[in-house]
């Protein structure tokens, strides 16, 4: 099929959007593997927003797998993911030029990977906090009915006043079977479920493997695995982690082994539902001075 006919026959009979005229893009701020990002101004409203633009040529690939089982877009995704720790979708549609386009809240703030690369010193209570917050946010996905497919560190926002936003939704999928069964490994290398780097059928437990493993990186800057570029490196993930109390003994031991259990290799050990985890880790308190171990 044409991209073109794959677009008809994604878009239906939606309005084409002339985007030149009803956004002006202000400045690009993440160029994806799929898309370009804008900070822009919605000429009808004078919001500031942000405004995806997907390549349609690599959209095709992705969207070509679920052919006739009726999955929702990134936009009608993001419509029906709604929380305050997860970027708000405003509206989606296709340009008059053709290209896909997904228009969100502006999320203001630094992404969680580069404040965790620049190794910025968090004190222990922020850690925790933001632990919570990411928990919040991926259980947010998962009650909506999705599963995300691509938690880490990049597709979290800090907000100044100290919110964290998941963002991105471009490999989410509907919770069923029919679309976690085995096939191409997505997703981050870094973070990704040992059953996913195995080509194995997954489940919402995918998000929970790689939240354990974003919430082990909060707390020490490090990854349980050693860090690697490429799918290869994501094979040892079928291993023991190392043990997170390795580079903050002092950690708290529910915070502790409550994280641990996340990154176990085999989904049985880890928790069914993020709201498991966060009543693991109800009673935990830290203080607020002092930096990353």
């Known amino acids: 099929m044409s991209v073109s006919?794959?677009?008809?026959?994604?878009?239906?009979?939606?309005?084409?959007?002339?985007?030149?005229?009803?956004?002006?893009?202000?400045?690009?701020s993440v160029t994806g593997t799929m898309?370009?990002?804008?900070?822009?101004?919605?000429?009808?409203?004078?919001?500031?927003?942000?405004l995806k633009i997907i390549d349609p040529r690599k959209l095709e690939p992705i969207e070509g797998r679920y052919k006739g089982l009726g999955k929702p877009l990134e936009g009608e995704i993001g419509l029906k993911i709604v929380g305050?720790?997860?970027?708000?979708?405003l509206t989606w549609g296709t340009s008059t030029d053709g290209r896909p386009f997904i228009v969100q809240e502006f999320v203001d703030g630094t992404l969680l990977h580069a404040l965790l690369s620049a190794r910025k010193p968090l004190a222990p209570a922020k850690r925790l906090d933001l632990v919570r917050q990411a928990a919040v946010a991926v259980n947010t996905v998962h009650q909506a009915g999705f599963v995300h497919?691509?938690?880490?560190?990049?597709?979290?926002?800090?907000?100044?006043?100290?919110?964290?936003?998941l963002i991105d939704f471009g490999l989410t999928v509907p919770d069923q079977p029919v679309f976690l069964q085995p096939g191409n490994r997505i997703g981050t290398p870094n973070y990704m479920a040992p059953e996913v780097v195995r080509r194995r059928q997954a489940d919402k437990r995918l998000d929970i493997f790689s939240f354990g493993v974003t919430a082990y990186e909060i707390c020490t800057y490090e990854l349980p695995w050693p860090r690697g570029t490429s799918g290869k490196a994501a094979l040892a993930h079928d291993s023991e982690p190392a043990d997170i109390r390795g580079f903050w003994p002092d950690m708290p031991r529910q915070l502790a082994e409550a994280i641990m259990a996340c990154v176990a290799p085999d989904p049985a050990r880890r928790p069914e539902t993020l709201d498991a985890f966060l009543t693991r880790i109800k009673g935990v308190a830290l203080e607020a001075g002092g930096g990353a171990s």
């Open 5 to 28: 006919g794959f677009l008809a026959r994604l878009f239906g009979g939606r309005a084409r959007v002339p985007l030149e005229r009803r956004y002006e893009r202000l400045q690009e």
């Open 35 to 50: 898309s370009h990002f804008y900070k822009a101004r919605d000429h009808e409203t004078g919001a500031i927003v942000g």
């Open 84 to 89: 305050p720790h997860v970027v708000k979708t």
């Open 149 to 165: 497919r691509d938690i880490c560190p990049r597709n979290f926002i800090l907000r100044p006043d100290g919110t964290l936003v």
